[in-house]
């Protein structure tokens, strides 16, 4: 049963580029959220799919965006990167939208900004 | 505000010796839940365990522990005879329920980096 997968697991953009980030949920899920970690910090949430819609947001600008398929993989897109998007992104799975159990995460895509 | 705060930045100890991490959150919600997740070198989030706010009951998972008091809004973790493979980064995370506009998402605390030397 294959978890939560990611990629890239890593890449390296200039400022002012655009990154565009994969995750494949677990299987059987159909809820999927982003989150942010920056070095040193915990995990920051930006946005969570459920049914190919963006159902919640984080304190995020309109730079980030994402994008759930029918399949319930999902992408997150960061438009005009600046040195502080540098950061490992995690993706998250879950079944339904109300989940107030396990999250199942990915390792991540760690995105460096110069 | 901060929901959740892990005073804790770093602890190291010594293989065998028990070790405790602290978690202090706030919250409005009468309904919440509480979770723990392991950090390893690797970058993904393990989850350890999830409490919810009607359940004080302290748990035990082998050398795991938690503690979750109301009273004090603190959920901690114990480690008893700590190994080397316990090293790792550990999250407290709170989920609040009632928030229509929330629900789901997890607030973290900035994490505390646990080391365990041989």
């Known amino acids: 049963d294959a978890g939560v997968t990611q990629s890239p697991t890593h890449l390296i953009k200039t400022r002012g580029q655009q990154v565009t980030l994969r995750c494949s949920p677990k299987?059987?899920?159909?809820?999927v959220s982003w989150y942010q970690q920056a070095l040193g910090q915990g995990p920051q949430f930006i946005f969570q799919?459920?049914?190919?819609?963006?159902?919640q947001r984080g304190n995020f600008p309109d730079r980030f965006s994402g994008h759930q398929f029918p399949n319930y993989s999902s992408e997150l897109n960061v438009n005009a990167l600046l040195l502080g998007d540098s950061a490992l992104y995690l993706c998250?799975?879950?079944?339904?939208?109300?989940?107030?159990?396990?999250?199942?995460f990915g390792e991540g895509s760690r995105l460096t900004v110069l | 505000a901060q929901k959740v705060t892990q005073a804790q930045t770093e602890i190291s100890v010594v293989e065998k010796e028990d070790v405790t991490l602290d978690c202090v959150y706030e919250?409005?919600?009468?309904?919440?839940?509480l979770f723990w997740y392991k950090q390893p070198p690797s970058g993904e989030l393990v989850f350890l365990i999830r409490?919810?706010?009607?359940?004080?009951q302290n748990e035990i998972s082998g050398r795991y522990s938690w503690n979750f008091q109301k009273s004090t809004s603190s959920f901690n973790f114990t480690i008893t005879a700590s190994q080397v493979v316990d090293s790792a980064v550990y999250f407290c995370?709170?989920?609040?329920?009632?928030?229509?506009?929330?629900?789901?998402?997890?607030?973290f605390g900035r994490g505390t980096q646990l080391t365990v030397w041989p």
């Open positions: 998250a799975s879950s079944l339904g939208r109300v989940n107030t159990g396990e999250l199942f």
């Open positions: 299987s059987g899920h159909d809820t």
């Open positions: 799919y459920y049914e190919e819609e963006e159902r």
């Open positions: 919250t409005r919600d009468t309904t919440y839940y």
């Open positions: 409490r919810n706010s009607f359940d004080e």
């Open positions: 995370a709170l989920s609040e329920a009632s928030r229509g506009s929330t629900l789901g998402r997890l607030y």
